[in-house]
């Protein structure tokens, strides 16, 4: 390559955080409207918007208003009356936010939200879990988690061709602080790809309209809410293969793959592996590389980038060729295990030679999570596949049980 084709190729980089990635991409996708409402690791979002808006003049109104329902509120209104809409919030502003959250998902308003993921209260806590991130998938929102800065950018930018062709609304979630607030490269392609990506003259059926006035979210016979319900449940089902389609789309267009619903890792001959999302998962590939170098054991990562919709197909096809594989979440479900871990199971039950499936919980709070510990869960898989260790209910990476005793003890 010569000095000048280089340059050339290196024009639209920039180095950033995963929060004006974010912002980057909002800006790219052309969103008319954007709700706003500050919360730690999230602000630096809109606060990179309104400095778009005011030093290169982007047509985006940025909507600030006094709480996160309120944010939610402004960017269903414009969804509503067909403007491409975003907003942004994380943990408890999530909470505040969640009575129209779910009357966004359930009015099938294709609205896109960044959660920038962090533990929510009590007690106060500013560290990254999941918890929040996931409680969507549960409200009628597809949900998916970019690993790097990178395919944030790219990740809101499929969201948008995600939403707009199911008419669901998306989050795209993103490790707080370890991706909010840390900077990389990213690649922006020239406006008119993503322009033809994602273009705004989409049919519009749920826009309302003073020509033909009907409403939205309103009353209905309860002989009807079933299948209202059983609709956004089919779209969703039915949108995995969809969220393959459009990464191999983008990938056509800009060289970059993610794998889809899941990117595969060292999977080919893989006997154990680890199932985990986010920025972990780089930790996660390391291990692999490592207790394969180490010990011998066959192992990979199965970095799941959507959850929801859920990745059976996929996921099942993945469980009929390894023995073991353990599921690390960064959030759990109180007295049963991780959620994820309680949904691989699930989605695996039917398999005739359903792999092993090991629940861990780790890194709540922001706890760190290394790349030993993953190697430890690797080892730990192998030992399972051959009758040495026992699987449990749930196993817990970095537990302190005398920190806390301590602490109380102190206070």
């Known amino acids: 390559m010569s000095i000048i084709e280089d340059k050339k190729s290196l024009s639209n980089v920039k ?35 309104t400095k778009y808006i005011e030093t290169e003049n982007i047509p985006m109104e940025i909507v600030r208003v006094e709480s996160e329902h309120s944010a939610m509120a402004v960017a269903m209104g414009a969804a509503a009356v067909g403007a491409r ?44 879990e999941h918890t929040d991130v996931l409680l969507p998938r549960e409200w009628g929102w ?11 950018f ?56 003073t020509e033909d006035p009907f409403t939205h979210g309103n009353a209905v016979h309860s002989n009807l809410y079933l299948e209202f319900r059983h609709n956004i449940f089919k779209t969703i089902e039915d949108s995995e293969d969809l969220v393959d389609e459009i990464d191999k789309e983008w990938s056509k267009l800009t060289g970059r793959s993610y794998g889809g619903v899941i990117e595969e890792f060292l999977l080919d001959d893989a006997e154990v592996a680890v199932l985990v999302m986010g920025a972990s998962s780089g930790d996660a590939k390391e291990a692999a590389k490592k207790v394969r170098e180490k010990y011998g054991i066959k192992a ?20 009929q060729k390894v023995k073991a594989i353990g599921v690390f979440d960064r959030n759990m479900s109180p007295g049963l295990g991780g959620m994820i871990a309680t949904e691989v199971k699930f989605a695996l039950y039917d398999l005739k030679n359903r792999p092993i499936v090991q629940s861990y919980i780790g890194g709540l709070g922001g706890k760190d999570v290394k790349i030993a510990d993953f190697e430890n869960i690797l080892v730990e898989l192998k030992e399972m596949v051959d009758g040495k260790r026992e699987v449990e209910k749930v196993k817990w990476v970095g537990l302190d049980l005398a920190a806390i005793e301590k602490f109380l003890e102190e206070v």
Request: charged share 15%; with cysteine; aromatic share 8%.
């Open 85 to 128: 809409a975003f907003t942004a919030t994380a943990s408890q502003g999530l909470l505040y936010m969640a009575e129209m959250v779910y009357w966004v998902g359930s009015s099938r308003l294709p609205v896109v939200m960044a959660i920038t993921s962090r533990a929510m209260g009590a007690p106060w806590i500013l560290g990254n």
């Open 300 to 319: 990979g990562v199965i970095r799941l980038r959507s959850i929801r919709p859920f990745p059976v197909k996929r996921l099942s096809k993945i469980a």
């Open 142 to 152: 597809m949900v998916l988690f970019p690993e790097d800065n990178q395919e944030v």
């Open 154 to 209: 790219d990740t809101i930018i499929q969201a948008y061709k995600l939403a707009d062709t199911t008419l669901v609304p998306v989050v795209v979630g993103l490790d707080g602080f370890i991706l909010s607030h840390t900077t990389m490269p990213i690649s922006i392609p020239d406006q008119s790809i993503i322009d033809n990506f994602i273009p705004k003259n989409t049919p519009k059926p749920y826009a309302l309209n």
């Open 15 to 49: 180095v950033v955080t995963a929060n004006e990635a974010v912002a980057l991409a909002v800006k790219c996708a052309k969103v008319d409207v954007g709700g706003a409402y500050p919360i730690s690791p999230q602000t630096s979002i809109m606060e990179y918007l």
